[in-house]
C-alpha cells in the first residue's frame, strides 16, 4: 500500500554507468537516479546507498556496503570509493539508494536495481556454427551462412537461483555491419547481439570484440530448458560462443552450461533457400530470405522440440578473439527483437493472389510469421520502403538492395521468423493462395527498449505535431547498437549524423549510453568528412551536460584535442576517396591554424549531396569550417576546464576569439548582412554568398551584436523557404533560435506547403510518407535516398531544445533552461526526459494573456526566461501560493523543483526577439 501522504517518494530510474542493467563496471560503478517530492523547492541534502550480493540480503539488510548517509546534494554520477575494494569481477550485485530532503524528510528505499562487474572473459575461447555435412534429398549445399544452434536441455531448480545471466558474443558477420544472432531462452526472445566491434578500441592498437549480457532470470523455468540461437555469417571466423550463469541464492556463482561440440547444430541453406545470391548495396551483401517451410524448423526454440535429427554442432578451431583484439563488455542497452503492431498497420488486396501489408510505420529488422496456408505454394515476397506509383512495393529500394524473396509455404501452420536486418514499411505477396488475416505477418523490429511515456510534444499546429512524432519515431526505431547514418545502405556511424540523432535522442530518451557509446566508437573510427571530426567535441560536452557524467571528458581528452588537427600530414585523410573501404584511424594530425592570418585551412562536408551547397565556392580558408572551428574551440575550453587543462583554457579561448574576430572582419560584409564563402590563399575574397557560409556563422554565434546577428538571420531565413539539405536545416534552424528569430524558424517548419519535391517536412510526410526521418527531401534531391536516416530528425530537437527552450546549463541539469519561443502557435505542450527526472511545460496565449505550466524535477532548478515585454507577471505553486509580481523588466524567473503556474500580459505591438 502506498502511502498517500507520504511527501518524499522513493527514488527511480536507477542506473550504474548509465544503464539499466550494468554489466561493464571495471572499477568504480557510476550510481545516478530520479528524485521525487510531493513538496516545492524540495532538493536532496543526503544519500544513503546499500549494496548486496543478492536479493534476499538486501531484503533482510543484510549488506556486503552501507555508505551511510552521504551528505551530497547530486543524484547523477555519483561515485564511492570505499565500494570498490570490495567488488570482484564477475560477480552481481543489488543495490538501493534512499535519500534525505530539505524539508527534515526521508524516503523509503527505492527498488532494487542489479550491475555486474565485468568478468574479464577468456579471450581465447572457441565458438561453435553448423557442421558441414553432405546433403540430402532435396536440400540445398549446405554454405554456413545461417546456422540454428540449440543447447542440451538444461535442468534448472529455479527456487536456489537469484539471477540467471547469458554472455553471448558471433564472430563472422563483420562484413555485414550487423549484430549477428537472435537469441532465444525457452521459446522466448532474449534479444540480439552481439555489437559491433570497434577498431582502434579505446584509441589502443587493439580491436573491441563486444559481449553481451543478457538477464534471463523471469526466462527460465524450474525443470527443463534451453537456450537457442539463430545466426548468421559471411566470413571464415564465422563462430557462436554463449554460457549461462546462474547466481544463487546462498551467494554462490555456477557456470552453467558453455556452448562446446554437445550442442546441436541445422544448417540454414534450405531452411532460408540460401543459394548464394545476396541481397546487396554499395557496402554490404546479406543473406536472401527464400523461406522453405518443407526445411524451417518450425517451433525448434521451444524446450520439448526434438532435435534429434541435427548434428553435432562443429567448433571452429580458429580463437574467437586474435591478438591484435580485445574482448570487452558491451557499453550501452541489448537490442531487442519487437512485434511491431502499429494502430495504423492495414492490409489491401492488388489483385487475384496479390496482398499488400502496410506496418503503419516503417521498422528496421526482419519479419514474424504465423501463417495458415491452404496448400504447399511458393510465395514472391516484396519489402520495401517506398510504393510505386501503381500502388504496388518499391522492392528495389533507392538506396541499392533489391527486397525480392520467395516463401515456400507448406500446409497448415507456417510458424517462423527471419534475421537478416532490412528497412522496410510494405510487404507485397504475389501469388498467395488463401486469405491473409491482420497479424499473421508483423514486423520483427529491432530496437533497443524505448519509454514511449518519457516524452511527448503537442502544439495547435498539427503539422509541427507530425514532424516531433517522425523525430521521435526515427530514434526509437534507429536504436540498434550504434548510431549509424541508415541500415538500408552505409550502415555506418558518421559524427554529424551523430550530431542530429544525439540531440534528438536527447530530448526523447533518458537512455543516454548509445550516444555515448556511439561517441566514443567515432573517436576512434573518424569519418572523412573534416568538419566532422570537430563535432566529437561538440557532442562529448553535449554528453557530459546532459548526463553530468565527466568520465569520457577525462578519459578521451587526448583524442578530442587530436580533431582539431585538420591540416594534411603522412598520416592526415585528404577527403578525396569516398568508398569508405579504407581506415581513418585517428592520427595525430597537423594544426591547421594560420598564426598569420587568423584563420584555419582545409574545409569540411558543406552539405550534401554536392548540389545542395547553394552554389559554395571553396577556397584555402572556408567560412563555414571556421565558424565550426569557433564553436568547438569555446567548447573545448570549457572541457579544458572541466578536466583540469588550465593553459588549454587560455588557449582554445585565444583560438576561438581570433578566428570569429578575422571571420567578421575579412569575409563578413555588413553591407548585405552576408558571409562571404571563403578566402583564397592569396588573401582576395570569394564573395560568392552562400546561405552556408552565413547559416553556419549564425549557428555557432559568429556575430558581434542582435544588429549584426538580425542582418545575418533575414538572409539565412530565406524567406521562409528551406535551402540545402534536410540535414543541414539543423544549422540553419539552431542559428534563427539562438540569434533570436524563433519566429522565422517555426515559419520553416509550418511551411504547409505539400506538393511533391517541396523541400518542407509537409512533403515529406504527405509526398513521401515517411514514418522515419529520410536522407533528403525528395528522391529527386538525392535518388538513391533512404527512409530510414535520422540526421533529417532535426525538428524533434529543434521543437524541445529550440522552441521549448529546454536545455542543460549546469551538468546533468542541476540548473537548466525553459525559454519557450512560440512564435505564431498559441499552444505548446511538451515533455522530455533529464538525467535527474521529467521536465514539462505547457504554453497557452489567449489575446495578449498568456499562461505557463511546468512541473520542474526534484533536485534541479529551472531559470525560466519569459517573452520580452511580459507584464503584470503573477507566478503560483501548485497549492496557489503567489510567489512574486511583475517582472517587466527583468522577464527571468528562477524556480527550483515544484508545479507552478506563470501568468502574464504581452505588450501590445512591440517587435520582439525571441
Known amino acids: ?135 540430402v534429398d532435396q536440400e540445398l549445399p549446405k554454405l554456413g551462412n545461417v546456422a540454428f544452434i540449440r543447447s542440451p536441455q538444461i535442468t534448472l531448480n529455479s527456487a536456489e537461483i537469484d539471477t540467471a545471466v547469458i554472455t553471448a558474443f558471433s564472430r563472422g558477420n563483420e562484413p555485414l555491419f550487423a549484430q549477428g544472432f537472435d537469441l532465444f531462452m525457452n521459446g522466448r526472445s532474449v534479444g ?191 519489402m520495401g520502403e517506398q510504393l510505386k506509383d501503381d500502388g504496388h512495393v518499391r522492392h528495389h529500394l533507392a538506396c541499392g538492395p533489391d527486397y525480392v524473396e520467395n516463401w515456400t509455404l507448406v500446409q497448415g501452420e507456417n510458424s517462423f521468423t527471419t534475421l537478416q536486418m532490412k528497412n522496410y514499411r510494405y510487404i507485397e505477396l504475389v501469388g498467395f493462395k488463401g486469405d491473409l488475416k491482420l497479424n499473421d505477418i508483423n514486423g520483427w523490429a529491432m530496437e533497443q527498449a524505448f519509454s514511449e511515456t518519457e516524452s511527448s510534444f503537442e502544439s495547435d499546429n498539427d503539422l509541427l505535431n507530425r514532424e516531433y512524432e517522425l523525430s521521435k519515431y526515427s530514434i526509437k526505431a534507429t536504436n540498434q ?110 594544426d591547421n591554424f594560420d598564426e598569420q592570418v587568423g584563420l584555419v585551412t582545409n574545409d569540411g562536408l558543406i552539405d550534401w549531396p554536392i548540389r545542395e551547397r547553394d552554389g559554395f565556392v571553396e577556397g584555402e580558408y572556408n567560412t563555414p569550417f571556421n565558424a565550426i572551428y569557433f564553436g568547438t574551440y569555446r567548447m573545448m575550453s570549457k572541457i579544458a576546464k572541466v578536466t583540469n587543462h588550465p593553459n588549454d583554457v587560455r588557449f582554445y579561448e585565444q583560438r576561438a576569439n581570433r578566428i570569429k574576430q578575422q571571420l567578421i572582419d575579412k569575409l563578413y560584409d555588413p553591407q548585405t548582412g552576408r558571409f562571404y564563402d571563403s578566402l583564397n590563399k592569396d588573401l582576395s575574397v570569394n564573395k560568392h554568398t552562400s546561405h552556408h557560409a552565413s547559416a553556419y556563422a549564425l549557428c555557432y554565434g559568429v556575430y558581434d551584436g542582435q ?96 522552441i521549448m527552450g529546454i536545455n542543460p546549463i549546469k551538468p546533468g541539469f542541476e540548473t537548466f533552461r525553459i525559454k519557450i519561443r512560440p512564435g505564431n502557435l498559441s499552444y505548446l505542450r511538451v515533455t522530455t526526459p533529464s538525467s535527474r527526472g521529467i521536465i514539462k511545460a505547457k504554453y497557452k496565449r489567449e489575446n495578449r494573456h498568456v499562461q505557463i505550466n511546468v512541473d520542474i524535477p526534484m533536485n534541479t532548478e529551472a531559470v525560466i526566461d519569459l517573452e520580452k515585454g511580459s507584464q503584470t507577471v503573477v507566478i503560483q505553486d501548485i497549492d496557489g501560493n503567489q510567489l512574486s509580481g511583475d517582472l517587466s523588466t527583468e522577464n527571468r524567473v528562477t524556480l527550483s523543483s515544484g508545479k507552478y503556474q506563470i501568468s502574464y500580459e504581452l505588450l501590445r505591438s512591440k517587435q520582439l526577439h525571441v
Not at 78 to 99: D, F, P, T
Not at 534 to 558: C, I, K, P, Q, S
Open 1 to 135: 500500500m502506498v502511502d498517500t501522504d507520504q511527501k518524499l517518494l522513493m527514488p527511480t530510474h536507477l542506473n550504474v554507468n548509465l544503464l539499466s542493467f550494468a554489466y561493464n563496471v571495471e572499477q568504480s560503478p557510476v550510481f545516478s537516479w530520479w528524485d521525487h517530492s510531493r513538496l516545492s523547492n524540495s532538493y536532496q541534502t543526503a544519500f544513503q546507498i546499500v549494496v548486496s550480493k543478492r536479493l534476499h540480503e538486501l531484503a533482510n539488510q543484510t549488506y556486503l556496503f552501507n555508505s551511510g548517509w552521504v551528505a551530497v546534494t547530486n543524484n547523477t554520477a555519483v561515485k564511492l570509493a570505499q565500494l570498490s575494494s570490495l567488488l570482484q569481477a564477475g560477480e552481481l550485485y543489488y543495490w538501493q539508494v534512499r535519500i534525505k530532503d530539505n524539508h527534515g524528510n526521508i524516503s523509503d528505499f527505492s527498488e532494487p536495481n542489479k550491475f555486474i562487474c565485468d568478468d574479464k572473459l577468456n579471450e581465447s575461447p572457441k565458438g561453435i556454427w553448423s557442421s558441414k555435412t553432405s546433403t
Open 192 to 382: 540480439v547481439g552481439s555489437a559491433r566491434p570497434q577498431a582502434d578500441y579505446d584509441g589502443s592498437d587493439q580491436t573491441g570484440i563486444y559481449y553481451n549480457k543478457y538477464d534471463v532470470t523471469e526466462f527460465i523455468k524450474n525443470g527443463k530448458n534451453v537456450i537457442s540461437s539463430l545466426a548468421t555469417a559471411s566470413s571464415m571466423r564465422k563462430a557462436f560462443w554463449c554460457q549461462l550463469d546462474v547466481y544463487r541464492t546462498d551467494g554462490t556463482k555456477k557456470r552453467v552450461i558453455v556452448t562446446d561440440s554437445s550442442w546441436k547444430a541445422l544448417d540454414g541453406s534450405s531452411a532460408f533457400g540460401d543459394f548464394g545470391v545476396k541481397m546487396r548495396s554499395l557496402y554490404f551483401g546479406q543473406v536472401s530470405e527464400n523461406v522453405d517451410m518443407r526445411y524451417y524448423p518450425q517451433n525448434w526454440t521451444t524446450v520439448n522440440f526434438q532435435d534429434d535429427g541435427w548434428d553435432n554442432a562443429w567448433v571452429n578451431p580458429n580463437v574467437m578473439v586474435n591478438t591484435s583484439e580485445r574482448l570487452v563488455p558491451y557499453r550501452s542497452e541489448n537490442t531487442l527483437r519487437i512485434d511491431s503492431h502499429q494502430p495504423t498497420k492495414k492490409i489491401s488486396k492488388l489483385g487475384p493472389q496479390n496482398y499488400l501489408i502496410d506496418l503503419g510505420k516503417e521498422i528496421i529488422g526482419g519479419v514474424n510469421v504465423h501463417l495458415d496456408s491452404q496448400l504447399l505454394q511458393r510465395v514472391t515476397v516484396l
Open 481 to 590: 547498437d550504434v548510431f549509424v547514418d541508415s541500415q538500408a545502405r552505409e550502415r555506418r556511424p558518421y559524427e554529424g549524423d551523430l550530431l542530429v540523432n544525439g540531440n534528438t535522442s536527447y530530448v526523447v530518451s533518458s537512455h543516454y549510453s548509445l550516444g555515448r557509446h556511439s561517441l566514443d566508437y567515432l573517436i576512434d573510427n573518424p569519418t572523412w568528412p573534416e568538419d566532422y571530426k570537430l563535432f566529437n567535441v561538440e557532442m562529448a560536452w553535449l554528453d557530459y551536460l546532459y548526463t553530468g557524467n565527466d568520465e569520457l571528458l577525462h578519459d578521451r581528452y587526448d583524442d578530442l584535442k587530436v580533431k582539431f588537427n585538420r591540416g594534411k600530414g603522412a598520416d592526415s585523410f585528404d577527403g578525396a576517396a569516398h568508398d569508405f573501404m579504407g581506415t581513418l584511424r585517428n592520427g595525430k594530425g597537423i
Open 707 to 802: 544588429n549584426m546577428a538580425d542582418k545575418i538571420s533575414k538572409f539565412v531565413a530565406n524567406d521562409g523557404e528551406f535551402i540545402g539539405s534536410v540535414y543541414f536545416i539543423y544549422f540553419m534552424l539552431k542559428g534563427l533560435i539562438d540569434s533570436g528569430h524563433a519566429n522565422d524558424a517555426i515559419t520553416l517548419l509550418t511551411n504547409d506547403d505539400n506538393r511533391k519535391d517541396k523541400k518542407t517536412f509537409a512533403a515529406i510526410l504527405d509526398q513521401l510518407n515517411a514514418t522515419i526521418a529520410p536522407e533528403a527531401w525528395s528522391n529527386a534531391y538525392k535518388p538513391n535516398l533512404t527512409l530510414s536516416h535520422p540526421w533529417g530528425a532535426t525538428p524533434g530537437l529543434t521543437i524541445v531544445q529550440g
